[in-house]
């Protein structure tokens, strides 16, 4: 898999991680979740920094973002308790699709 792949996906995962200890740092009245919330975000913005060196900003914005939403909703979902309506399910996978269609077509996610 080539570095700014690798590069963007650990991005949307420590975007994860840093949004996940956000919720549970409750307004930062917490100080664990809240450390944890402040790397994950300087670990999320250092490695999109590194996949943008390849890799165009509005693809890898949209990517990040888009991934990045998908899977705090599914974190939200089993370890906050939080409900997805029918209509969120849908923009979630609407989503998706938009990911897809950007990786398995688009020649503009190489950056060349």
Known sequence: MPPHVIALIGAIV?????????????????????LVA??????????????????????????WSGLGVVLISLVGLVMFGQKLDLAAVLGLSLIIA?????QVFSTSTTGH
């Not at 250092?46 to 060196?53: E, K, P, T, V």
């Not at 938009?98 to 950007?102: A, I, Q, Y």
């Open 14 to 34: 420590a975007e994860v991680i840093g949004t996940s200890a956000l919720q549970a740092s409750q307004q930062f009245t917490r100080i664990g979740p809240s």
């Open 38 to 63: 402040i790397v994950g975000y300087g670990a999320s913005l250092y490695l999109l920094a590194i996949a943008l060196r390849t890799i165009p900003v509005g693809i890898a914005y949209a990517i």
């Open 98 to 102: 938009g990911v897809v269609v950007l």
